[in-house]
C-alpha cells in the first residue's frame, strides 16, 4: 500500500466516524434541551436551576458522549490532515442533522431550508476532492 | 437577538477553539498507531500543548452557548447555521495555521456560505 493510499484510507475511517457520531450528538442534545426548556430570565439561580436540569438529562449525556467520540476522531484526522479541509469535508453531518431532526424528532424543514442544506453538500463535494494536506512533508 | 448572539458565539468561539486545537495537534506530530493505549499517549501529549487548552476552553463556550440555542431552536436549523464557521476556518486555516488554502477550496466555502443563506431564509 502506498503512502498516499494510506493516507487518504485513513483519514476517510476517521471521516465516516465524525459523520456518524457528530450529528447523532447534536439531535441528542437538541432533544435533552428541549425537555430541559429555555432559561425564563438570566438570573444565576435561573441558570444554576437549567444547568442541573442539563446535568440530569440523559438525552444530554448520551449526545456528550457521541460528541466525544467524534471529538477524539476529529484530534487524530488533525495530526496528519489541514483543518481547511476536514472542516468543509465533515459537514456532510449538516445533512445528517437535518434527516434524523426531520425523522426522529419531526421537526418541520421548509423546501428552502432543504435547498440550504443541499446547496451546503454541494459545497462539500467541490471541497472534497482536493488534497487533504498542503503543508509540511507529503503534502500532494 | 439572543438567538443572533448565541449562533454568533457558537461560530467564533467554536471555529477559534478548533484552530486552536489543530495548532496543538500538528505540533504533536501525525498519529499512525490507533490501539486505545497509543491514542491515549497521543491524548496526554496534547493535553501537554498550551494551544489545546485554550481551543478547549473555547471550544467549551461554543459549547454551552449550542445547549442555549437548542433550547430556542430546533436542531435541523441551528446546525446548519453554525456552517458559517466553514468560512471562518478557511481564513483561520490560511492566515493562522498557514495552510494552501486552494481557488477550489475558495470555491466550496462559498457554496457553503449560500446554502448557510437559504437555510436561514427558509426559517424566517
Redesign the interface.
Known amino acids: 500500500m502506498t503512502s498516499s493510499h494510506k493516507l487518504h484510507l485513513?483519514t476517510y475511517a476517521m471521516l465516516l466516524i465524525m459523520v456518524l457520531f457528530a450529528?447523532l450528538g447534536?439531535?441528542f442534545?437538541?432533544?435533552g434541551?428541549?425537555n430541559?426548556?429555555?432559561?425564563v430570565s438570566w438570573s444565576p439561580s435561573q441558570l444554576l436551576h437549567?444547568l442541573s436540569l442539563?446535568l440530569k438529562s440523559g438525552y444530554?449525556w448520551l449526545g456528550i458522549a457521541c460528541l466525544l467520540t467524534f471529538f477524539?476522531a476529529y484530534?487524530?484526522i488533525?495530526?496528519?490532515a489541514?483543518?481547511?479541509?476536514v472542516?468543509?469535508t465533515s459537514?456532510i453531518?449538516?445533512l445528517v442533522?437535518?434527516l434524523?431532526?426531520?425523522f426522529y424528532?419531526g421537526?418541520r424543514?421548509?423546501?428552502?431550508?432543504?435547498?440550504?442544506?443541499?446547496?451546503?453538500?454541494?459545497?462539500?463535494?467541490?471541497?472534497?476532492?482536493?488534497p487533504p494536506r498542503?503543508?509540511?512533508a507529503g503534502a500532494d | 437577538m439572543l438567538e443572533a448572539f448565541l449562533l454568533f458565539l457558537v461560530v467564533v468561539s467554536g471555529t477559534g477553539g478548533e484552530i486552536c486545537v489543530t495548532r496543538a495537534m500538528k505540533s504533536v506530530g501525525e498519529v499512525d498507531d490507533f490501539r486505545p493505549l497509543a491514542v491515549a499517549r497521543v491524548i496526554s501529549h496534547a493535553l501537554k500543548v498550551s494551544w489545546m487548552w485554550i481551543g478547549v476552553s473555547m471550544m467549551a463556550l461554543a459549547f454551552f452557548s449550542l445547549l442555549a440555542v437548542l433550547s430556542i431552536e430546533n436542531v435541523s436549523f441551528v446546525v446548519p447555521i453554525t456552517a458559517l464557521n466553514y468560512a471562518a476556518g478557511a481564513l483561520g486555516g490560511k492566515f493562522f495555521l498557514g495552510e494552501r488554502v486552494t481557488p477550489r477550496r475558495w470555491a466550496g466555502v462559498l457554496i457553503v456560505c449560500v446554502g448557510v443563506t437559504l437555510v436561514w431564509l427558509g426559517k424566517r
Open positions: 485513513k450529528p447534536n439531535v442534545l437538541g432533544k434541551m428541549k430541559v426548556g429555555s432559561a437549567i442539563v444530554i477524539v484530534l487524530l488533525l495530526s496528519w489541514d483543518y481547511s479541509y472542516q468543509p459537514s453531518t449538516l442533522v437535518a434524523l431532526g426531520y424528532l421537526e424543514i421548509a423546501p428552502l431550508h432543504w435547498a440550504g442544506i443541499i446547496v451546503i453538500c454541494l459545497g462539500v463535494f467541490v471541497v472534497g476532492n482536493t498542503t503543508t509540511g
